[in-house]
C-alpha cells in the first residue's frame, strides 16, 4: 500500500512538472519547421538525427520500456510510434495541434524524470502518454510541408532504431546507469526549457 502511493505521489509530481513546462514555455520554437528535405526515404531517415530533442525523447521511451519489463519493452515503443504516425498525418493533413513544441520539451523532462525515478506507471497511464508524445514529435514533422510517405516510412524506421537503442541499453548497463541517463535527458530538456527551446 506504501508503495502504490508513493508511486502515486511521483506521477502526481511528474504530471505537474510537465504541466509547468507547457505553461512555462508556451512559445517555445524548436525550428523543425521547413529544415532540410522532407523527401525520400533517405531524407526521413536522416531527420530524426538532426534533432536532438527527438534523439533525446525517442532513445528515452527505450530506456522507460526496457527499465519496466514485460509487455511494456515493446508496448511503449509501438504506442510512441503509433502516436507518431497519427500526428503526422495531421500535421500534414494541415490540421493543427496545440502546444507542439512545449510539449516535445515536457516530454523530454517527463520521460526523462519516468526513467531517472524508476517509476513503473500502469499500461493505463504509460502508454496514453507515450501515445501524445509521439504525436508531438509526429505532428512537428508532419507539418513541414510536403511530406513523402518514403520520408516518413524511413523517419519511422530512424524512430524504431532509436527506441532499440534505448532497450539496448538497459541491457548493457546497470539500473543506476538507466537511471543516470534519465536524469541527464531530463536536465537537458530543462535546459531547452530555460533557453528558450
Same mark, same amino acid.
Given at each position: 500500500?506504501?508503495?502504490?502511493?508513493?508511486?502515486?505521489?511521483?506521477?502526481?509530481?511528474?504530471?505537474?512538472?510537465?504541466?509547468?513546462?507547457?505553461?512555462?514555455?508556451?512559445?517555445?520554437?524548436?525550428?523543425?519547421?521547413?529544415?532540410?528535405?522532407?523527401?525520400?526515404?533517405?531524407?526521413?531517415?536522416?531527420?530524426?538525427?538532426?534533432?536532438?530533442?527527438?534523439?533525446?525523447?525517442?532513445?528515452?521511451?527505450?530506456?522507460?520500456?526496457?527499465?519496466?519489463?514485460?509487455?511494456?519493452?515493446? #508496448? =511503449? +515503443?509501438? &504506442?510512441? $510510434?503509433? *502516436?507518431?504516425?497519427? %500526428?503526422?498525418?495531421? @500535421?500534414?493533413? !494541415?490540421?493543427?495541434?496545440?502546444?507542439?513544441?512545449?510539449?516535445?520539451?515536457?516530454?523530454?523532462?517527463?520521460?526523462?524524470?519516468?526513467?531517472?525515478?524508476?517509476?513503473?506507471?500502469?499500461?493505463?497511464? #504509460? =502508454? +496514453?502518454? &507515450?501515445? $501524445?508524445? *509521439?504525436?508531438?514529435? %509526429?505532428?512537428?514533422? @508532419?507539418?513541414? !510541408?510536403?511530406?513523402?510517405?518514403?520520408?516518413?516510412?524511413?523517419?519511422?524506421?530512424?524512430?524504431?532504431?532509436?527506441?532499440?537503442?534505448?532497450?539496448?541499453?538497459?541491457?548493457?548497463?546497470?539500473?543506476? #546507469?538507466?537511471?543516470? &541517463?534519465?536524469?541527464?535527458?531530463?536536465?537537458? %530538456?530543462?535546459?531547452?526549457?530555460?533557453? !528558450?527551446?
Amino acid at each position: 500500500m506504501r508503495s502504490e502511493l508513493m508511486e502515486n505521489h511521483k506521477m502526481a509530481t511528474l504530471t505537474r512538472l510537465a504541466a509547468l513546462a507547457l505553461i512555462a514555455a508556451p512559445g517555445a520554437a524548436l525550428a523543425h519547421t521547413g529544415i532540410g528535405s522532407v523527401h525520400g526515404f533517405s531524407a526521413g531517415l536522416l531527420h530524426p538525427l538532426g534533432g536532438f530533442d527527438h534523439v533525446l525523447a525517442m532513445v528515452a521511451i527505450g530506456l522507460w520500456a526496457g527499465a519496466s519489463g514485460g509487455a511494456m519493452r515493446w #508496448a =511503449l +515503443p509501438t &504506442a510512441f $510510434l503509433v *502516436g507518431m504516425a497519427g %500526428g503526422g498525418l495531421l @500535421g500534414m493533413a !494541415g490540421l493543427g495541434m496545440p502546444m507542439v513544441e512545449a510539449g516535445i520539451l515536457a516530454s523530454l523532462i517527463v520521460l526523462g524524470a519516468l526513467v531517472a525515478s524508476g517509476v513503473r506507471a500502469s499500461a493505463l497511464v #504509460a =502508454l +496514453p502518454m &507515450a501515445l $501524445l508524445f *509521439g504525436s508531438l514529435h %509526429g505532428h512537428s514533422h @508532419g507539418s513541414e !510541408g510536403m511530406v513523402s510517405m518514403g520520408y516518413a516510412a524511413g523517419f519511422m524506421l530512424a524512430t524504431a532504431v532509436l527506441h532499440g537503442l534505448g532497450l539496448a541499453l538497459t541491457q548493457g548497463v546497470g539500473a543506476r #546507469a538507466v537511471r543516470l &541517463a534519465g536524469g541527464a535527458t531530463a536536465c537537458a %530538456g530543462l535546459a531547452l526549457l530555460l533557453a !528558450g527551446g
